[in-house]
Structure formats: structure tokens, C-alpha cells
């Protein structure tokens, strides 16, 4: 699985400004009410893991993407908070085809696909607060496919779209890991954190798709939590 220099460049550099960002800030602690509404947005860095049975693949690409969440924030302790959202993603990846087993059309030859999913996510976390504002998390996620295309970009320019949601189990199931931070901003409380999301289920169902597609993705979130 390869990684696009580029947007990786572009992930890093935001996954380390905007921590730099609020720590500068003046000193608080955000969990000081039982229950928040969490509303979380951010960039995802998503890829694909397949088997050797695709012959015809060279390699997958990771692709930037954005989600978007809601939920609530329910503190158990001073250490121990558990957060339920529904998240709103968007997974996308390339596939790079081997020379000469590239998947033929009537128009010619396809010499690579980009391959865009829309899930739907239930993250189901555990925060343990390591210190006053670092805390990590981990969890699982079920994931619902709502739509998923793909194009096939052929030699000579043209593109051939097809719908790969018949071809793909719609529940997707992670297990996720992350660590972030909380900050007390003007009275708003401010959330930071990044989330690697494991895929342990297969999505597809169709040989031809290779039969042991598992989504990666990586997740860096600012949330705004609002105490009830």
C-alpha cells in the first residue's frame, strides 16, 4: 500500500499546527460538566488493504478525505469519559494496475480506479484522561455504506463509472485508537485528537473485487463540546 507523498504532506502539517495552536492558548480543562453535545469535523487519510488474490493490482494509494460527527460526551470520572457520535465519512482510495493485467474495456485498457465510498459510522469510545487535557481512546465503530462508484481512467483519456454498492457488504466494522487533548477556550470547550480506524470485517463480496478488502483510515478532528 503506498502513500501519496503530497497529501500526506498536507496531513502532517495539520495534524501538528493546530495542536501547536492550542497549546499556546490559555490553560483549562474542558470536561467540567457531566454531559456534552460533541459536534466534531476534520480531514481522514483513508486507504485500502486487499489480498494477493487481486493479480491485477500493483498497488492502492492513500486519498485525503473529510468527515463530519455528532453525538454526546458522557463523563464517568475525573479519568474516564465515554463518547457515542454518529460520524458521516468519506473513504476514497486508488488502485494502480501491473502492466499488461490491467482490466480491459471496449475503449481500451484501464490503467488505474479511484474508488469513493460514503459510510456512515457509529464510534463508540472510551476516553481515559492521562492527565488533565491529554487523554487516548479506543473503541469500535459500525459502519453503514451508503453509496460507493468508482472510475476507471483508461488509456486514452476516457473514463468508464460504475456503482459498486451491490458488490459491497454494507456493515463495516473497525476498531479504533487515538490520543488527543481538551482545552478551555473562552468558554467554549475545544476538542483535538486523532483516530487510526482498523478495518477487521471484509467489504467486499464479489471475487472480482478480491475477496479481503479492509478499510484504513486515519482521522484528525477538532470538536466543539457543548455542556447541557
Not at 25 to 39: N, P, T, Y
Not at 70 to 82: A, V
Not at 158 to 172: E, F, G, P, V, Y
Request: proline share 2%.
Amino acid at each position: 500500500m503506498h502513500v501519496g507523498l503530497k497529501d500526506l504532506n498536507k496531513f502532517i502539517v495539520i495534524c501538528v499546527c493546530v495542536p501547536i495552536l492550542l497549546l499556546i492558548q490559555e490553560d483549562g480543562f474542558a470536561q467540567d460538566k457531566k454531559i456534552d453535545i460533541v459536534l466534531s469535523t476534520g480531514i481522514n487519510y483513508t486507504g485500502l488493504k486487499y489480498n494477493s488474490k487481486a493479480i491485477y493490482w500493483k498497488d492502492t494509494k492513500f486519498q485525503l478525505n473529510n468527515n463530519v460527527s455528532i453525538g454526546i460526551e458522557y463523563l464517568l470520572s475525573q479519568s474516564i469519559s465515554t463518547q457515542i457520535l454518529l460520524r458521516y465519512s468519506k473513504l476514497s482510495y486508488k488502485i494502480v494496475y501491473d502492466e499488461g493485467s490491467e482490466l480491459p474495456y471496449p475503449d481500451g485498457i484501464a490503467i488505474h480506479s479511484i474508488i469513493k465510498h460514503n459510510y456512515l459510522f457509529l464510534p463508540i469510545h472510551i476516553k481515559y484522561y492521562i492527565k488533565r487535557q491529554i487523554f487516548i481512546l479506543t473503541g469500535i465503530e459500525t459502519g453503514y455504506l451508503v453509496t460507493s462508484k468508482s472510475v476507471d481512467y483508461i488509456y486514452d483519456g476516457s473514463t468508464w463509472k460504475r456503482d459498486l454498492l451491490n458488490s459491497l457488504k454494507k456493515i463495516n466494522l473497525t476498531v479504533d485508537l487515538g490520543v488527543g487533548f481538551e482545552k478551555k477556550i473562552s468558554k467554549i470547550n475545544i476538542s483535538y485528537f486523532i483516530v487510526y480506524a482498523h478495518g477487521i470485517t471484509t467489504i467486499s463480496q464479489k471475487y472480482y473485487l478480491s475477496d479481503e478488502w479492509k478499510t484504513r483510515e486515519i482521522y484528525n478532528n477538532l470538536s466543539i463540546k457543548i455542556s447541557l
